[in-house]
């Protein structure tokens, strides 16, 4: 098939732009994970002088280097994806696009040249940006979001996190992880929509390596102080009182909005949520112009995951060619937060499982453990847990799975497969686990949270 892509990124209010690859290779996924190894290595180094390593003290971070090591990796991928598109022979316009009708779209260039582009079948995959609290006096003029922490030259220093989105807490997690002063401020809960015990394991864990939160609170106006400082002044939700504090950084994590409003849609007829904004979609990523799709972030009721739309767009490539007719299975959909202590999901958490099926149908094993890794650096392990939420009936259909330790990822990733081909508890139990692992502990979980018993598990299990 002739295949174009047309992509265009709108600078932040701050000014930051990056290359062809989208949220995902520029400013979300890659910088971050990269940046949560560094804040990671940094922990090691202090565990190091118990395994025998003579370490110099004090051991110091040095942000531009990171940075500038990080961002030339991502100019990497960028280059990699125009030279893929090349060989592909896929034209790539470096355009602004929206839609004239619905065969055709009119790109802009950064010069203002016009460019009109015409096609049998649309996609739109324009995923989303960061939300400003625009209602906020200063907000947008001194505060950055993650579209800016990872192209910063010079590290933030002390910084305030305004949000409780996993985007908040994996910044202020490697914020604090790499020696920064770093402050959350959050107005309601942790982790909406994650298993919220899960979720305040998250914030305990972080709390305890030094992460302040400021637990519903709200902010109402930034202020530029003359030695270039941030005051911000917030009310406490709690109490009804106003309080202050001097920040360097302010980083705005409050939510994300689909990239709709300038397509022009309305132009081709296509359909949005009123209240999202985002676009809407049947099970084939068709809007409700037939030969116009959209996948990802910007599609309404749809994980707003990287891996969930290149497979829906693999599928969806395959359809158009006439090559399949499979559609995206967004059930069952594993993921990992990318905190200190990482925390791994896939599948219901156990407020849903107990809403869809009912508390007494419901069974959750779980366990507190300890890392081998823990053991001789003597680290604390108050918040490494694991829970299986199992329908109670034999075989015990596992519902979801949460993971909370080390390389949670990693051990998330392998028994998703599991799930996903219907796993039962009693399966889960038969599996040989991989020792000394903290994964072989997924098929340790023996104790109910029905039954009343303490699930710590005490010392390391031969």
Not at 74 to 100: E, M, P
Not at 126 to 136: E, F, K, N, Q, S
Not at 414 to 432: D, H, N, P, W
Request: overall charge neutral.
């Amino acid at each position: 098939m002739k295949v174009a892509v047309v992509d265009y990124v709108e600078p932040s209010p701050r000014g930051t732009r990056w290359g062809l690859g989208g949220t995902c290779v520029n400013v979300g996924c890659i910088p971050k994970k990269l940046i949560h190894q560094a804040a990671l290595l940094g922990g090691m180094i202090r565990d190091a002088p118990h395994y025998g390593w003579d370490v110099a003290q004090p051991v110091l971070h040095d942000w531009r280097k990171m940075a500038e090591a990080v961002q030339n990796y991502v100019k990497s991928l960028n280059w990699g994806h125009r030279v893929q598109l090349q060989d592909r022979k896929v034209k790539y316009f470096n355009i602004k696009a929206s839609f004239v009708n619905e065969h055709t779209i009119c790109g802009v260039t950064k010069g203002g040249k016009e460019t009109l582009l015409s096609a049998e079948h649309i996609v739109i995959a324009t995923g989303g940006r960061p939300r400003y609290p625009t209602h906020i006096e200063g907000a947008l003029e001194y505060g950055i979001t993650s579209d800016d922490i990872f192209w910063l030259k010079e590290s933030p220093g002390k910084t305030l996190v305004v949000g409780a989105s996993y985007v908040a807490l994996e910044c202020a997690g490697f914020l604090t992880g790499l020696g920064l002063d770093t402050t959350v401020m959050m107005r309601s809960i942790p982790l909406r929509g994650f298993d919220q015990q899960m979720s305040s394991l998250v914030t305990e864990y972080m709390a305890s390596q030094g992460t302040r939160f400021l637990k519903h609170c709200t902010p109402s106006r930034v202020q530029k102080l003359p030695d270039g400082q941030l005051q911000v002044t917030w009310e406490d939700l709690t109490s009804g009182r106003e309080n202050m504090g001097t920040f360097s950084t302010v980083l705005w994590a409050i939510g994300r909005i689909p990239e709709t409003r300038s397509l022009n849609l309305e132009n081709a007829g296509i359909n949005t949520s009123p209240n999202s904004q985002k676009i809407l979609v049947d099970a084939q990523e068709a809007t409700s112009v037939p030969h116009i799709y959209a996948i990802g972030d910007v599609a309404e009721g749809r994980p707003e995951l990287t891996p969930t739309a290149i497979m829906a767009g693999k599928l969806l490539a395959r359809r158009l060619c006439g090559q399949s007719l499979d559609v995206m299975d967004y059930s069952n959909v594993p993921t990992t937060v990318f905190t200190p202590l990482e925390y791994g999901c896939v599948g219901l958490s156990e407020e849903e499982a107990m809403a869809r099926h009912g508390e007494e149908h419901v069974e959750v094993y779980h366990a507190y453990y300890k890392p081998l890794e823990f053991t001789v650096a003597e680290r604390d392990a108050s918040q490494c847990y694991i829970k299986m939420v199992c329908l109670r009936k034999p075989p015990q259909l596992v519902l979801g799975l949460h993971f909370l330790g080390p390389n949670a990822g990693e051990v998330t990733q392998g028994f998703a497969l599991g799930i996903k081909c219907g796993a039962s508890y009693e399966q889960v139990m038969r599996t040989v686990g991989i020792h000394p692992t903290c994964a072989e502990e997924v098929a340790k979980l023996r104790i109910s949270k029905r039954s009343g018993l303490d699930p710590t598990v005490t010392g390391w299990r031969g």
